[in-house]
Each structure stands twice: as C-alpha cells, then as structure tokens.
C-alpha cells in the first residue's frame, strides 16, 4: 500500500462524513478545526519543519486563504548592528515592539494596540502609503524595504528616527537559498522544500452541511516555483505581528482559488 493510500484509508475511516468536533478548544483560536482534522490523521506538532505525515504536507480548507508557512525572516532592522542606536532597549522582544509603533498602525479596536498587520505590510505591487514594499533580488532573496520618501504618512519626521530618514532601509531580509556565514536558521528553499517538495500536499474538503466529503492531493513544489509566486503576487506576505505578543506571526499565503487550480487528484 503507498502512502497515499494509506492516507485516504485514514481520510475514509476517520474523517469522512464527519464534522470538526471544536468542543473543549479555545474559540477564539481560528486553527481550532484545522487541529481536529490533524488528530484524525494523528499529526502532532513539532518544529523540524517537515512534512506533516508519510512525506505529504497537510493543509486546512479555510475560508479565503491558506498558508505555506508561518516563516520569520532571517534578519530584521532592529536585530542589526547598524541600527543598535535607534534599537537600543533591553531585550530583542522591547526592540521588537518599538520596531511595530515605528512601522506599524495603532488598531483603534484593540485600544489602540500597533501592529504591523494589514495596511502597513509590504507586497511586491509596490509602495504602500508607509513606504514599504517587498522586492525579489536576483539571488532569490525577500527583502522587505522601507523608503523614507514614499512614506505618505504626515507625521513621519516625528516617527521614523534619524537615522531611518533614509532611502532605502532592509527592514527583514528572509534568504532564498544559503545563509550568509554565521547567521542560524534556515533558508526558505529549506523551509519550503522540507516541507512540500517529498510527495506533495493534501486537503480535506466539506460539502454544504460542514461534513468531510473529499480528499484531495496536490503534487510537490519547489522553491524555484514558490518564488516565481512571490514574484507575481500570488503568494503573498501575511504578518501578524503586534505590540505585546512575542509571535512573530510572519505568513506567507495564497488564495484558496490558487490552492484549489494545484489539485491533481480527488478521492471521496
């Protein structure tokens, strides 16, 4: 029996015909079904980055999006030497903070709490009204820029520091395929690639009453191909991260359309 086959014998004994039991789970926890459906497949959490089960990544059915990766950049402004002046607090996550209230937005619904979420997150269209954007250098990097002159917010000169009044400022860098010498992590090629690009990816999917119906596989993908998404907009960065939780909530998402046009096969 191959691992696909395994896995629908699980889908069909486990899964099908049944809705996510979310009872006794955190309701304000948006992964809450996404976890019941791994515990159907016995998926345990870990942090090595692979592949969720039997060499295939498993994916969620959400409502619009769904995410590759929650995936850090290897570098952030206020983790670099040359900025140590105007990122000079105690702790990285204190540093953190003060780098959200002077990129990010105060979201009046949370008290006024700032994050660098929504309006003020970098895509690769272009300059938002806070200056930042995403670019693709030619070595498959992901920087994402700040620029003190596209920066259309009226009170910048008492927001950016000196120092950042400049053209153009790396506010993260995530590395494509190497790591420059003495720097920890991983590249995205690894973090993509441990994860997708063994035997591919899988999704369950719901009829109209909220019960599994369907499993559907997607085939491998490699880096070469996810950053040609990045470049056209279709895999987008989704940050999450605010004042006072030590997440850094860094989502790199497509469309559920785009996720949807990936699927090869189909079994109910």
Not at 203 to 221: H, L, R, S, V
Not at 247 to 267: K, V
Request: include cysteine; proline fraction near 4%; charged fraction near 25%.
């Amino acid at each position: 029996m191959s691992n696909k086959d395994k896995l629908i014998r699980i889908f069909r004994e486990n899964v099908k015909g049944k809705s996510p039991n979310t009872e006794g789970m955190n309701v304000r926890h948006d992964g809450r079904k996404g976890h019941w459906l791994e515990t159907q497949f016995n998926i345990h959490h870990n942090a090595d980055n692979s592949a969720d089960i039997l060499g295939y990544e498993l994916k969620n059915e959400t409502t619009s999006k769904t995410t590759f990766g929650d995936w850090s950049a290897n570098e952030y402004v206020y983790t670099m030497p040359q900025y140590r002046s105007v990122f000079n607090k105690r702790t990285k996550i204190e540093n953190r903070d003060l780098f959200i209230q002077i990129f990010g937005k105060p979201n009046e619904a949370k008290g006024g709490r700032y994050s660098w979420s929504g309006e003020p997150c970098p895509k690769i269209s272009g300059y938002n009204r806070f200056g930042q954007r995403l670019v693709v250098t030619d070595d498959n990097n992901i920087i994402a820029e700040y620029s003190y002159s596209n920066d259309l917010r009226e009170n910048k000169a008492d927001i950016i520091p000196e120092l950042l009044q400049k053209e153009t400022i790396p506010l993260a860098i995530w590395y494509g395929l190497s790591l420059p010498s003495g720097l920890k992590g991983k590249s995205l090629k690894q973090k993509l690639e441990d994860k997708f690009n063994s035997n591919g990816w899988f999704t369950c999917k719901t009829d109209e009453n909220g019960q599994y119906c369907k499993i559907c596989f997607g085939a491998p993908i490699t880096f070469d191909r996810w950053i040609s998404l990045v470049k056209q907009g279709i895999v987008f960065f989704d940050s999450g991260m605010y004042v006072g939780n030590k997440r850094p909530y860094s989502e790199w998402r497509a469309n559920n359309s785009f996720w949807d046009s990936l699927i090869e096969e189909t079994f109910s």
